[in-house]
């Protein structure tokens, strides 16, 4: 038979041969974790510190912030910044809103979203305002150059505007969204901002008397903002005058509201005087105005003669309305068509509707 080899009395011992080919993933995986956590330390120590030189950068300019039980949290993935609430104020003006939080993705740090409780309580000068809603977010997209785009979305904002003259004025907001993005081709040079606000079922009682209807107003609005860029953090009236002095604009390119059997079509511009007051013009188109039209003019001419002017714009803007469908009968003419009114201006401080002045109305200096 054959005989199994002996091993040598005092010969090499075999080595045992080590598995860390097994191990291996497992202490790669501890060691990522390790080093992420540690950079997720780092990172927030690193926001905690600009965050408070921003705090002191601001107070040293007049502003002064207070974010009421500050927190940091978030790990593994994201940042999440908490306010119990938060306070501003400077010499000029000071508000209070609820809770916040700000969240932002590690691996996205320029993408910041942001979600608010109410109240929202602002004072400027004796103008004041209080605000509450149902929901509020926001999102910031942040850009080398500024941002790329921004939105607000708000679900059943109401509260109410005080001034001494008109007064208290009541408001409520089914739903308001309001996105902003860098006008293509136009930011770099003109400092333009393309704005969106979008309005569903708006109700401002105080307006229901002058526009004889109490439904609620849906309101559509695309503008361009020339020279946004040259607006600030400082007071509101240096940023309107540093504005004006850019010679910044309001350009509107749709404007639809509708109330009720009532709509309003408007696209023009609109800027500052050199005494700061609107300045601009506006085509306008609508339907079921012309009550409106005769109550406005009835305030300076008397009802009967409001009514008569009322009538005439009426009879005007029909004439307009079948010149425009080919001399078509009126009983042929789409009822729901919008009719073009004279052209709305704004200048020296009045509101001109065609030849005719809107009475009761003159344009103070915004500042």
């Given at each position: 038979m054959a005989q199994t080899p002996q091993p040598i009395p005092g010969g090499p011992t075999a080595r045992p041969r080590w598995r860390i080919g097994l191990f291996l993933p497992f202490l790669l995986l501890a060691a990522l974790v390790l080093a992420w956590t540690i950079g997720w330390f780092v990172i927030r120590a690193k926001a905690q510190s600009e965050m408070d030189a921003w705090f002191a950068r601001e107070a040293q300019a007049g502003r002064d912030w207070t974010c009421t039980d500050r927190s940091i949290t978030g790990f593994p993935f994201r940042l999440e910044l908490r306010c119990a609430s938060v306070r501003f104020a400077r010499s000029d003006s000071r508000f209070t809103l609820g809770p916040i939080t700000a969240l932002v993705q590690i691996y996205d740090p320029r993408h910041?979203?942001?979600?608010?409780?109410g109240p929202f309580t602002v004072q400027q000068g004796d103008v004041g305002a209080d605000v509450t809603w149902t929901s509020l977010a926001a999102s910031v997209h942040a850009a080398s150059d500024g941002f790329s785009r921004a939105s607000l979305v708000?679900?059943?904002p109401k509260g109410v505007v005080t001034a001494p003259d008109p007064g208290p004025i009541d408001f409520a907001v089914g739903h308001l969204e309001l996105h902003a993005r860098p006008t293509p081709g136009r930011f770099a040079t003109d400092g333009a901002v393309d704005v969106s606000l979008r309005l569903a079922k708006a109700a401002v009682p105080r307006l229901d008397a002058?526009?004889?209807?109490?439904?609620?107003?849906?309101?559509?609005?695309?503008?361009t903002i020339e020279q946004a860029t040259v607006l600030r953090t400082g007071t509101i009236a240096r940023e309107l005058e540093k504005w004006r002095q850019a010679e910044g604009r309001l350009d509107v390119t749709q404007l639809a509201l509708v109330k009720g059997e009532r709509r309003l079509q408007a696209k023009g511009a609109v800027g500052l005087d050199g005494q700061h007051r609107p300045e601009g013009r506006f085509e306008l188109r609508a339907l079921g105005l012309e009550a409106l039209v005769g109550q406005v003019m009835g305030q300076r001419f008397g009802a009967d003669k409001g009514a008569l002017i009322g009538n005439i714009v009426g009879q005007f803007l029909?004439?307009?309305?079948?010149?425009?469908a080919g001399d078509a009968p009126a009983a042929e003419a789409a009822p729901d068509a919008l009719k073009p009114l004279p052209t709305l201006k704004l200048g020296d401080g009045r509101?001109?509707?065609?030849?005719?002045?809107?009475?009761?109305v003159v344009?103070?200096?915004?500042?």
């Open positions: 910041v979203l942001l979600q608010a409780a708000v679900d059943g002058l526009t004889g209807s109490a439904d609620p107003a849906d309101l559509d609005l695309d503008t029909g004439g307009l309305r079948r010149k425009e509101l001109m509707l065609g030849p005719f002045a809107v009475p009761n344009l103070p200096p915004l500042y």
